[in-house]
């Protein structure tokens, strides 16, 4: 590895340090399966809520962990992943999510991509700080 690479890593890894610390840490972490379920509601007075959203909208932070082997596994779906969330929030079933990314594609497909940005999603939440 040359001294770029070390240098523009170490930069890398301070600006996510950086923008992490934007999202509250709490004592109870958030689970995927909170996520899933604070993605679908609106109330932003809840500060949990509000922070999944938040955390949401910062596409780049999340869906950049998706690893060669996840994305292999995901297939189109990886690449989608932020538009996959973005039709959950808008009440999209999961069958109709699954049916966009591919002819034939179906709830599972729909189901398991969200189930992928939910973790990434928790896991972002839940270095906060």
Request: charged residues 20%; proline residues 6%.
């Amino acid at each position: 590895m040359n001294q770029f690479s070390v240098q523009s890593e170490s930069r890398v890894n301070q600006g996510l340090r950086r923008l992490l610390g934007l999202f509250p840490r709490t004592a109870q972490p958030y689970s995927p399966e909170e996520v899933r379920l604070r993605l679908q509601t609106d109330e932003l007075a809840d500060p949990r809520t509000a922070a999944v959203h938040a955390a949401a909208a910062r596409t780049a932070m999340w869906s950049g962990l998706v690893s060669d082997e996840l994305a292999a596994d995901l297939g189109p779906a990886a690449k989608r992943l932020p538009t996959i969330v973005l039709w959950y929030r808008q009440g999209v079933s999961p069958h109709e999510i699954g049916r966009r990314l591919s002819p034939f594609g179906g709830a599972w497909d729909a189901d398991h991509a969200l189930a992928v940005a939910a973790a990434l999603i928790a896991y972002i939440l839940n270095q906060g700080g």
